[in-house]
């Protein structure tokens, strides 16, 4: 069993290392270039549609409102990549890891909005009224091959049980260690406070994420906004260390024993695509239930998640880290995870560490509450109805025996089924790629919606008043 694991660990490395990163590269590029780089043409236009219009009535049919679905896919996303994932790309690739992170964010956007776009196109109501959708539905659909959907939700409903073991052992074991609980104890009042929220189905999760999601992503942004407003001077540094090192090859400081130029591409771009998980199709079944009047619109929404989520919540981290020099201390590489923390605790002394702690158990709970809603939703479409009910509790016992120690083992069978779940999913995103094309020139040169929001936009009078002045 020992050799079997070391087997599956090597191909695990292998598989996130050069193969898929080039894959998500390429297709990240591929739909960037297909959609006209949409992402870098219509910034202030995308910010308008999807925060600019919180509060407003949403537009079309749907489950939940937009905001509720980004909230939902961002409980996914945010979590431990953001907290321990950087600190990791720093140690193992250099400071430059920073700026392949940012930048293969700019191209995930693309396959993430596509990823949206079909979900939203190809979704169906099932027998409670919901809409519901994602990539079993656009493969089953768009692609007509249902076996291939079948694969994909099987491969889904499989990985999410190790995974939620390994999310409820690590938020047990967080509590354990910050409050003195017992750690099975732990486990069990944290499935049963989650098993209140995913019994009522994704209205209620909707609910509970767009309140806890701005809540938690806003007081950890902030905590990091604080202490670049605490060290403006580091702020020129920062970015100066990181622009100078994704170039060349980094020199060894302190702990850090240096990375090649490739290992800084390859941590910058592994991390930043693990963080914001464009293409593994997870995001889309978030955004599939909500209220829109066009797929693109929507889309627009999972454009904001990855702002939100890498290019916010990862900079803060990073600036953290590198402002701070902790990276730099003499047992740094050893243990990555804990950089954070340390350098949460340069600044705010035992409580920033406690910040960390208590930041990680928010995001991580908030991970499992919306992971188990994908796993039902995969339960649904192969079985109906009374098999995503039973799943629910299947999910909910996975907590418990991961908050006991349970799962260790199977551990590294995590990223191989990631890569059962990615592959499909890519591969049905560039089988589509025509319907996503046709969907944004629809979009955008259709009187119902891009030119009609322009137009109400230049009736504005404000808008008007500014062009008088500017005339």
């Known amino acids: ?67 509720q679905a980004l909230t939902s896919a961002l409980s996914s996303t945010i979590g431990a990549a953001n907290i ?26 693309a396959i993430k909005f596509s990823e949206s776009v079909l979900a939203v196109h190809y979704r169906e109501k099932n027998e409670q009224g919901e809409y519901v959708g994602g990539p079993m539905y656009y493969i089953t659909k768009g692609l007509r091959m249902k076996w291939l959907g079948v694969f994909f939700s099987v491969a889904l409903i499989v990985e999410l049980i190790p995974s939620i073991m390994v999310q409820g ?129 929507q889309g627009f929404w999972s454009v904001i998640g990855i702002v939100i989520d890498t290019l916010i919540i990862c900079t803060t981290t990073a600036f953290v880290v590198l402002a701070s020099g902790v990276w730099t201390g003499k047992n740094a590489s050893i243990d990555p995870a804990a950089l954070t923390t340390a350098a949460f605790q340069h600044y705010f002394g035992s409580g920033g560490g406690y910040f960390v702690s208590v930041s990680l158990v928010f995001f991580v709970v908030s991970t499992i509450m919306v992971v188990i809603f994908y796993g039902v939703k995969q339960a649904e479409f192969l079985f109906g109805r009374l098999a995503g009910h039973v799943i629910k509790f299947v999910y909910l016992a996975a907590i418990i025996i991961g908050a006991a120690g349970g799962a260790k083992a199977i551990w590294g069978f995590l990223d191989l089924a990631l890569a059962f779940i990615l592959v499909p999913n890519v591969i049905a995103l560039l089988l589509l790629s025509r319907k996503v094309k046709a969907l944004y020139t629809e979009f955008f040169t259709s009187e119902q919606y891009y030119l009609k929001d322009i137009r109400k936009t230049k009736q504005n009078p404000v808008y008007q008043t500014k062009e008088a002045k500017n005339s």
Request: without cysteine; aromatic residues 14%.
């Open 84 to 109: 321990v994932g950087v600190p990791a790309a720093i140690m193992f690739g250099g400071p430059g890891a920073v700026f392949w992170m940012w930048l293969i964010a700019l191209f995930a956007m």
């Open 1 to 67: 069993m020992e050799r079997l694991l070391v087997w599956i660990e090597h191909i695990s490395d292998w598989l996130w290392g050069p193969p898929l990163i080039i894959l998500l590269t390429g297709t990240g590029l591929y739909f960037t270039i297909l959609l006209k780089g949409f992402q870098f043409r219509y910034p202030l236009y995308i910010f308008k549609q999807t925060i600019g219009s919180v509060g407003k009535k949403p537009k079309g049919e749907g489950t939940v409102t937009p905001l």
């Open 169 to 297: 052992n690590s938020v047990s074991v967080s509590l354990a260690e910050t409050f003195s609980f017992n750690k099975i104890y732990a486990g069990i009042g944290i499935a049963f406070l989650i098993g209140l929220v995913v019994i009522g189905g994704v209205k209620r999760i909707g609910k509970v994420t767009e309140f806890v999601v701005p809540l938690m992503a806003g007081a950890y942004a902030g905590a990091g906004l604080l202490i670049v407003l605490m060290n403006l001077s580091s702020v020129p540094a920062f970015f100066s260390l990181v622009f100078s090192n994704a170039f060349t090859s980094s020199s060894a400081v302190g702990g850090f024993a240096g990375a090649a130029l490739a290992e800084t591409v390859r941590w910058g771009f592994a991390r930043g695509l693990y963080s914001n998980e464009a293409g593994m199709g997870t995001a889309p079944i978030a955004h599939a239930a909500a209220m829109t009047d066009h797929p693109v619109r």
